[in-house]
């Protein structure tokens, strides 16, 4: 198959942060990745940069907390937000992450937008839609990546991706993804060449 050129190959992981203070200066631009723990959000990451383990992937999800930075170049960033909803996660932890966040989402300058990671055959679920109403508040733009699609044949896979698309706030899109057979690769490619105005390349 011929795909688009990939500039997301040269990720470097930069930074895990514990405190919004400990990133990297409020400059250039930044495309967040959130997601619910096990939606695969790190496997889809590791599948866009083309790298086997930039993002850790795991069996016991949710229990990294911090923000972990990784750079494209000196001016663009991904940041993968901690993963949401892990049950062992204690209440006052999570109460504090999610502060931490709301910060993040609102003062962060330089985010140009969220990918917003959902399991394909558990989509819209509370943190979800919570996500969504948050970007939509503050005018951010946020790009649902309906991961795992290999999991569904394709017609329950397009159903669930129109269904979803129904639902979305304003300024929100969605596409299906696989992190198995990189279905969706460029379309998620595009998407984020857009948010860092990517220099056009021959
Ligand atoms: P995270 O907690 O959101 O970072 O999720 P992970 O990337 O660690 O993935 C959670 C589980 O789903 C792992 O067992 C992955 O191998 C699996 N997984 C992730 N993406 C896909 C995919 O596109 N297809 C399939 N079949 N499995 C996936």
New binding site residues.
Partial sequence: MNRIHNPYRSARYVISAHQLKQLPADSGYEVAFA??????????I??LTEQKSL?????T??RTQQIVIFDLDEERRIADLP?YGYAKVPEKLRAHWQKVLQRYFEERECLRGVVL?M?IRHPMKPFDQQMLAWCSAIGLPCHVLM?????LKRGPAQAALHKVRRALPEGASAQV????NREGMDALIRQLNEWYAMPATG
Avoid: H, Q
């Fill in positions: 997601g619910r723990s096990n939606a695969g959000k790190s496997s889809a590791n599948t993002a850790r992937t795991s069996k999800p949710g993963g990671v399991d991961t795992k699609a290999d999991k993804f696989s992190a198995s």
